[in-house]
């Protein structure tokens, strides 16, 4: 019975989150709540078994992916002078998301480490011998090795055709020359001038 409260409520915090990502007017504001629908589906991964991927979700996703998204929301032409003027009446708002993650925490704990279910969950998520991780690990890194590979590939195309769109050749920028570089010897870098008494600067 609990086990089925803690993933109704997961699943309804999930649901409303991700309609005020879209739904909130203040771009913060929808981060903050993308923050917390991820925390809700490693809620959900959790229940399952899946501690693994709840963790690469919470790692991945909130400490990388929506962190980025808050910086490129703050950089943005956002009138935060005007945002902080009322900051005080949105500290209840902050307290209570704040309130709902901790309960979620409590909840998950509560779940996975008191109650038999979570336990035969576990049972069933890994073969007998093995972690979660570990069986991951080895299914991954042999019946899909290749399957891996080309995820790896397809991720560097992606990266040197964002390098390559977003390359510039940009008039009057002096660029390295790695080949002159490396030619030069003492005689071209060193200027040996005998001056005389007097004839200095």
Known sequence: MFEAIAFYFFAAVLLLSALMVIGARNPVHSVLFL???FFNAAGLFVL??????????VVVY??????????VVMMLDVDFAELKKGALQYLPFGALIGLVLVAELVMIGGT?????????ARAHAAPAGLSNT????HILYTDYVYYFQIAGLGLLVAMIGAIVLTLRARPG????????????TAA?????????PGEGA
């Open 35 to 37: 923050i917390l629908a």
């Open 112 to 120: 996975w480490m008191l109650k038999p279910a979570a336990g035969a």
């Open 173 to 184: 920028v002096r660029r390295q020359n790695i080949a002159a570089q490396n030619a030069r």
């Open 134 to 137: 570990q069986a991951l690990g």
């Open 62 to 71: 909130v400490g990388a992916v929506a962190v980025l998204f808050l910086f």
């Open 48 to 57: 399952l078994g899946a501690e693994f991927l709840a963790m690469i979700l």
């Open 188 to 196: 071209m870098a060193v200027d040996m001038l005998d001056i005389k």
